[in-house]
């Protein structure tokens, strides 16, 4: 049956509604995987450094990347602290969707519970759980169980705070389910394994109010890991991982190119959302394939639509403590890039989309193709050294050395940067960074890489099992349910 949500996809959904593709796109889609294919092809006939033209290609581009967010970030070195937004904020709804998280929930909704502006509605969007998920919340914070589809009578204990049990259907229509069900002008959606900072909802309501064409925005997430050997290796890498994703967000958000919204801590202006269908059920990566179809209205109907990072909205997230999670993890991370890449390929290199079309998505075209090209410079070199071609391997680790001074100084700037962006200093030693630069490249940039390239396999076979993730990093570790 149709209903207006199910109407709305289908107009703005590029997948349910394709858009003529141009030229342009194709050439640049196919001109990325063309070259890698030539030059492997090459690798073992060529002699010198150019048998490494992968790898080079490789370097080359990381590098142009670095140097356009150094570029695009200076400002951060000047930025003031931002000013609070006077006159009537919007209301704001907290969504959780929630599927057996009842160890971690109490976590997440005491920190919502503390914020020093509450949030008018906190839902629970309890998509079909199995565990003690009923229990906490009838016993812990006073819900009333509802029948399935129905939303709870709110809290006795936390008058904001209400209960919708749904049927087990993932993510995407749990949220798109309890859109439907609330009525405040933005939403927040939050994991059930985030923990956010006391001013972050402040932060969040202060950037709706002071710009009404904002629809989206991410706040900055700090991973956290079990307090195992493992665990302090993954957090490790992926604390300075995450800390040059958002100061590259914010380089995006500099030429409104922006696309990676975090769905563990986003917000949204809920007019927008319905009126471009809500999440996509079908894509692995909901929130990034949605901020795609913001894009994509705003700019068919006319609009200004707005997309931003929030160095002030800062939370603590749950992250991969082991390889198996952390590549199952960054498989169906980049499954759902490959997937809302494809759909949105007629944007690629149309001028109609802005600096999002011309600049932005044809470097996600080349983005797919990365961690192939990495991995294949890795193998070259790897199979150079073992085979006695010494004369190609010396030059290839010169390169590699040089990379790594790059890496290291963008490190450096990066932490520099965010500092003064985030006030965050806890969590970004660096002496620590100086070693995550170096080893990286030989290590946590080889499974990032992996994890990618699995996602190449879920992509065109369409098959994936992600598996259930543990909660290890903000749980003790003798904490029920672990």
Request: charged share 15%.
């Amino acid at each position: 049956m149709s209903t207006p949500a199910n109407t709305a996809l289908i107009a703005a959904s590029p997948r349910l509604t394709p858009r003529p593709v141009r030229l342009a796109g194709i050439v640049i889609h196919l001109g990325v995987t063309v070259l890698w294919i030539v030059l492997f092809a090459r690798a073992l006939s060529l002699s010198g450094l150019l048998a490494w033209s992968a790898g080079i290609v490789y370097v080359a581009y990381d590098t142009f990347l670095l140097l356009f967010v150094a570029w695009q970030t200076r400002g951060l070195t000047r930025l003031s602290p931002p000013d609070s937004a006077g006159g009537r904020r919007p209301s704001l709804g907290v969504l959780i969707a929630a599927h057996n998280e009842a160890a971690v929930l109490p976590v997440t909704l005491e920190a919502l519970f503390a914020q020093t502006q509450p949030a008018d509605q906190i839902v629970i969007t309890d998509d079909g759980s199995t565990d003690a998920t009923a229990t906490v919340l009838t016993e812990r914070y006073g819900l009333i169980a509802p029948s399935v589809g129905a939303m709870s009578l709110p809290s006795t204990l936390h008058p904001n705070l209400r209960w919708l049990r749904l049927k087990h259907g993932g993510k995407a229509v749990a949220l798109n389910e309890a859109i439907t069900q609330i009525d405040t002008e933005t939403i927040l959606t939050v994991d059930a394994d985030t923990l956010l900072d006391p001013t972050a909802l402040q932060a969040m309501r202060d950037a709706f109010a002071a710009e009404p064409a904002l629809v989206a925005a991410t706040g900055i997430l700090t991973p956290i890991c079990a307090k195992t050997l493992g665990g302090r290796f993954f957090q490790w890498f992926q604390t300075y991982e995450y800390i040059r994703n958002f100061i590259s967000r914010y380089a995006w958000m500099r030429i409104d190119g922006l696309l990676l919204i975090s769905g563990a801590f986003a917000g949204f202006r809920r007019e927008a959302v319905t009126r471009v269908g809500g999440f996509d059920p079908e894509c692995f990566v909901e929130d990034y394939e949605l901020i795609h179809r913001l894009h994509r209205y705003s700019v068919e109907h006319g609009l200004d639509w707005t997309v931003r990072v929030l160095g002030t909205a800062r939370a603590l997230t749950d992250a991969p403590s082991t390889l198996p999670a952390f590549l199952r993890q960054r498989r169906r991370w980049f499954a759902g890039f490959l997937q809302t890449q494809y759909w949105n390929r007629d944007m690629t290199g149309n001028g109609r989309f802005g600096r999002l079309g011309t600049i932005m998505l044809p470097i996600k075209a080349i983005d797919t193709m990365q961690p192939i090209y990495g991995l294949t410079a890795f193998a070259l070199l790897l199979i150079f050294i073992f085979s006695g071609r010494f004369s190609v391997a010396l030059p290839v680790l010169s390169i590699i050395a040089a990379k790594i001074a790059i890496d290291l100084a963008f490190h450096l700037w990066s932490i520099r940067l965010y500092r003064r962006w985030t006030g965050d200093r806890a969590n970004s030693s660096v002496l620590y960074a100086i070693i995550a630069a170096l080893a990286e490249p030989f290590s946590f940039q080889l499974m990032r890489h992996t994890g990618a390239s699995l996602g190449w396999v879920s992509f065109l076979t369409g098959k994936h099992c992600w598996g259930t993730q543990r909660r290890d990093g903000l749980l003790p570790a003798d904490a029920p349910g672990r």
